[in-house]
């Protein structure tokens, strides 16, 4: 994650869970869920005040919660009782651990620079036939917004970048409008990826 973006979280984590931490993530959950065995391990890549990994444990998932942001730590704590690891996506080393990763919302901080290392990282960290979902602000340019970086992937750019790498095959690809009530005109491209 670029400094800026993380000091962006850093200095504004409180609002930014007050924002979000309440939203319900159904239609994407359901998706994601539905093709996962029921003791499947989950990496929720970025995973902010423990929203999701909140939400997977309560179905009996066995969840590994990540983010680079150690203000995030407390407030998971406080609301969902999550234990946060703080890594970025950058220095993940897990090898064939996981069934599944959830990253919505936080792969749109990785520079495209670094986007190839990162789905490496990712793709060695699924067990064989594992699944992700990601999700980024829709469009095909990067930008810094507020302090943060975005790197944004409409529904043609995105099987463009992956086919650079053929390590996920696309299983599904939607497009969503934001859930935040003050955002409805946002629109948001949301994929779910199984490992090849």
Not at 77 to 104: G, R, T
Not at 146 to 168: A, C, I, Q, V, Y
């Amino acid at each position: 994650m670029i400094d800026s973006t993380l000091n962006y979280y850093k200095e504004n984590n409180t609002k930014y869970v007050e924002d979000t931490y309440k939203l319900k993530m159904k239609e994407a959950w359901t998706k994601f869920t539905s093709i996962l065995p029921s003791n499947a391990k989950i990496l929720d890549a970025g995973c902010g005040s423990g929203r999701d990994s909140n939400y997977f444990v309560n179905q009996g998932f066995e969840v590994t919660s990540i983010d680079p942001v150690e203000e995030f730590n407390p407030i998971a704590k406080k609301y969902f009782n999550i234990d946060i690891s703080n890594l970025s996506f950058q220095e993940l080393d897990f090898v064939n651990e996981f069934h599944a990763i959830w990253a919505c919302a936080s792969l749109l901080h990785v520079p495209k620079s670094e986007m190839y290392d990162v789905f490496d990282r990712l793709h060695t960290s699924l067990k064989p036939l594992g699944f992700m979902y990601c999700s980024f602000k829709y469009g095909v340019n990067e930008q810094k917004i507020g302090g943060r970086h975005f790197t944004s992937f409409n529904e043609d750019s995105f099987p463009l970048f992956l086919e650079e790498r053929k390590l996920f095959s696309i299983e599904e690809i939607w497009i969503t409008n934001d859930v935040r009530t003050n955002r409805k005109s946002e629109k948001w491209l949301n994929v779910l990826l199984s490992k090849c």
